[in-house]
Structure formats: C-alpha cells, structure tokens
C-alpha cells in the first residue's frame, strides 16, 4: 500500500487519491470547456496524423520529379502544386511535417531535460543559484534566434545543429521557470518536514519538488516547442538548418523564396503549416495553463 | 534605490563581461582557419604563417581575448576580414536602418497592440475579444519571413505598391517594419488585454462608472494610464526579439542593416565582424534591459526596488 513519508494509515491514503482524482477531473474539465485549447490540440492531432501516415497518404514518392509537370499550381492532380522539379507538395509537405515536428520535439527534450536539471539545482542548492543564474543571464542577452544562429555557425550548417542550435538557444527560459517553482515548493512545510526526518535531497526532489513544479514546466514545454519549430524553421530558411532538397518547411518556403513571382503557392502552403502548427501549440500552451493555474476556477 | 542601482549596475558589469568571453570562445571554437578563408586554398605555409602573425591569432587565446577588450573598450572592435572596414564603421553605417526598422516596428506593433488589447478587454468574453486575441496568436506563431514574402507577393508583386526589396528610404522600410510590427502587436495585445482587465476590476474604476463617467473618459482617462505600466516593460523586452526578427527580416527584404550584416558575416567567416556584432547587440539587449527596470521605477510609483 503506498505510503506518504512519515504517516501511516489507510485514511491518508483515500484523501490523498480522491484529491489526486479531483483534481486531474477539474483539470480535464476545464481543459474540455477550453474551446481555443481544443481548437489547438486537433490541430496539432490533425498534423501529427498527417505526417505520421505520410508514406501510406502521400500521393507521390518525396523526391519523385516529373519536369512535365514544374511550378504547377493547386489541381486535382496535385493539390497544393509542384515545386521547379515537378516534385508534389503537399506529399513534401507531409514528409517535411515530420521533419519540422521533430525538430521541435528533440529541441524542447534536449533543452527541457538539461533546462529542468539546472532549474532544480539553481533552486533547490541556493549556494549554486547565483553562479547558474549568471550564466543564464549571460545566455539570455542573446536573442534565441541569434543564439541559435551563432551556435549553428560553430556547429556547422545542417538539421542536427540547427536542433541543437535551438535546444541550446531554450534552456535559459527552462531553467528560469523551474528555478523560480522550486524556490518557492522548497519553502513548504511538507518540504521543510521531509528534511526535518532526514529523507535525502534526491527523494525530496524526486518525490515532492518535482510532481509540484510539473505544470509550469508542461505548459512551457508545450508554448517552446511551437517557437523551437519556428526557430528551427527560421534557421532553414536563412540556410543554416536542413538543406534541400531536405523537405523541413522552413526549407521549402526557403526555396518557395526564389520562384515568388511564379509559384506562390511553393512558399505559401508550407509557411501556412508552421504558422498553424506553432498556433496550435501556443493555443494549447494557453489552454494548458489556465487549466492547471489553481487560481482559476 | 541608490544601493539597488549599484547592485545592478555591478551585475551588468558581470553579465557584460561574461557575454564577452562567451562570443570571444565560442568564435574561436569555430572550426577552419579564417586565415585559409581569407587566402583561398592554394595559399602557402609561408603567406598563411605571416597573415596569422599580422592578425594576431599565433598568440596564446588568452592573450588574444585580453587584446580584444582592452581595445573594445577604446571603442576598436577590429577590421573586417572582408571589407577592409573597422567594425565599428561598419556598425555605425548600418545602424540607421535597423534603428529606424526596430523604432517604426515598434510604433505600429504598439499601436495596433493597445487598440486590440483594449477593445479586447472593454468587450471580454464576445466575439470581438476572441477574434482579437486570435489574431493577436496568429501574429505570434506567424514566421516573420513567411509574412514578409506574403506581403512582398501581395503589394509588391501583384499590386506594385512597394519596392520588392533594398533600402530606398522610409518607403522601403513600410513592409519590413509591418512583418517585423506584426508578432510584436501580438504580444502587447495579450498584456494590454490581462492588464486591462486587472484595472477595470478595481474599485476606483467602479467608482468612475457609478459616478457617470463615459466609456471613453474611462478607458483612456481612468484605466489605460495604469494597464500600460507592464505594456511599456513588454515594450522595452521585445527590443531583443526586434534585434532577432531583423536578422530574418532584413535578409529577405535586402535591407543593408545590422541583422543581415549577422548572416553574410556569418557566410563569409568574417570572425571580426561577427564577434563585434554579437558583443554589440548583446550589449544593447542588456542596457534595454536595464533602462527598462529603471522606467518601471518612473512609470509606477509604487514599485521602489530596495
């Protein structure tokens, strides 16, 4: 039977899961009546989907160019047109979804990991808070995309060092967020008492630290992995992320760039999707938040 | 105030120092040899050897980053591998752009950013404050480079109302500024709205209200003096995300500024250029910052930093 540290007893035992379960239901009630986290989530599922069965959907192989058919616009045949190579858009465009969405997804791990880490040690050892904080300082006087584009000039040009580039770029906001949570949960009694019996730093941070300072970290995860999919796709674009024919969007709308004139629909359809995707997280990040700020009822 | 402002003073001696090393190593991890990209590959021992020894990088890296400050703090922040020019020339030539690109962004993303902040908070919970506040997301999670090919696609291209691209004065300056303004509205529409309604919630303002007070008188007499207090800090903190966004902006509109000053120093190794670049950028975000606290100080009596 589980156990809260230091109290024993079958009755602790039943408070604590119907609060637990009280409060998860309050959460998905109000996250159900969110119609903007709603609206965020199916686009985001909508996405996911789509390029998930990209193979099985994809109307066209990725790199398959038919040169009869170059710089088409929007029809039956391809419905978001063709690219100078007669390649199929919307098939690049599930491929690239997959490439964006990861690049978010590694960016927001790396930089949330490293960022929560930090955090936690930033806030909870007061001793190494002020030197951590300075560094984090100093990082944050760059702007993340500068950031991020002065890394990838160190790293090299190309997809995995513009997403280390990016998850780089996002700690600092990780390990201000945390660091700020942990400050005030170590100042609680029930943090105070754990020391008080003697239970060990990890176990305290494990145990109790952590569980209460997840919803900020969730919330900020949700809102950075939209903006690393921007950064990401911003750095594409500038050249320094993928490189074509690589189909990330910030690439495509990247090479979408050149035939403006003749072929709006190359740059339009895939800047289209990062800005929905990036709307969806941001509206899900809102949505998430409110949902999860007890303050709100 | 005048122990906080020593305190802060000191820590942005600290931070300023820190970001220096950090742009001076991290340049220097770069892999390659500037000296072989300045010479070209069928350069010779001998020519690469001498170049080195002119520009000072056969010196201990210590040695070197100790150089470096001692003149940047002269004001020298080196010559250009490319141009031939000092950095500093080359930053002061190109500020006007990026200042006048970063000040009219800034006007119309406030403008826009207050007006859709307000009618967002008066008309809470309708249809008027969930269209606003979409558009204010859209805004944000919109790529800047993606707006501004729109916008070129749309006035230049089919209505040929603005140049396509390159500097030719305020006109020029028109579509990087609304692509740059855009996601800048966006942020200070949602903290003009929070703020807003913070205000109109307070007791004076119902005082106001009960004593007759008209909608206008209200809203710009009563509330908005006090909901703008955090706006102005929201303001002063997207100077960084401006010196960002111009990056991206000025090299899709060909703008000779300091952000795409960033990309072709970055494309062409030209170490100088690029570490003044970020030392000075950096540098600016850093005083934003810092003036930024200060006004908060003027702006709101309240608030006394100890």
Known sequence: MKQLDGVNGPVVYVEVETKTYSKYRSFWKKLKKNKGALVGAGILLFFITMSTLAPVIGPYPVNEMMFEDSLQGPSAKHWLGTDEFGRDLYTRMLYGGRVSLLMGLVAVSISGTIGVILGVIAGYYRRLDMYIMQFMDILMAFPSLLMAIAIVSILGVGLTNAMIAVAISVIPSFVRVVRGSVLSVRETEYVEASRALGVKDGKIIIKHILPNVASPIIVLATIQFGSSILSAAALSFLGLGAQPPNPEWGALVYVGKSFLSQAWWMMLFPGLAIMLVVLGFNLLGDGLRDALDPRLK | ?306
């Open chain 2, 1 to 306: 105030m005048s122990s906080y402002l020593l305190k802060r003073l000191l820590t942005m001696g600290v931070t300023l120092i820190g970001v220096s090393l950090l742009v001076f190593f991290m340049i220097h991890l770069v892999p390659g040899n500037p000296v072989t990209y300045i010479l070209g590959d069928f350069a010779t021992e001998e020519s690469i050897k001498e170049l080195e020894s002119r520009l000072g990088l056969d010196r201990p890296i210590f040695t070197q980053y100790a150089a470096y400050m001692l003149n940047a703090v002269q004001g020298d922040l080196g010559t250009s591998y490319i141009t031939g020019y000092t950095v500093v020339e080359e930053i002061l030539n190109r500020i006007p752009i990026t200042a006048q690109l970063a000040l009219y962004s800034v006007a119309f993303g406030s403008i826009i950013g207050i007006m859709m902040g307000i009618i967002a908070a008066v008309k809470q919970n309708t249809i008027f404050d969930q269209m606003a506040m979409l558009v204010a997301l859209v805004g944000i999670s919109a790529p800047g480079f993606w707006i501004a090919l729109f916008l070129i696609l749309l006035f230049s291209y089919q209505l040929g109302i603005f140049p396509i691209s390159g500097y030719s004065g305020f006109y020029s300056l028109i579509l990087p500024s609304i692509t740059l303004g855009l996601g800048t509205a966006g942020t200070i529409a949602r903290m003009t709205r929070s703020s807003m309604l913070d205000v109109i919630k307070q007791d004076y303002i119902r005082t106001a209200q009960a004593k007759g007070a008209s909608l206008y008188r209200l809203i710009f007499h009563h509330s908005l003096q006090n909901a703008l207090i955090p706006v102005v800090t929201v303001i002063g903190m997207q100077f960084g995300y401006l010196m960002a966004g111009a990056v991206v902006t000025e090299t899709v509109f060909a703008l000779p500024g300091l952000g795409s000053l960033v990309v072709s120093a970055i494309s062409t190794r030209d170490i100088p250029t690029v570490q003044g670049l970020l030392l000075f950028m950096a540098s600016m975000i850093i005083l934003a910052n810092f003036v930024v606290d200060l006004l908060y100080t003027k702006l709101d009596p309240r608030i006394r930093f100890d």
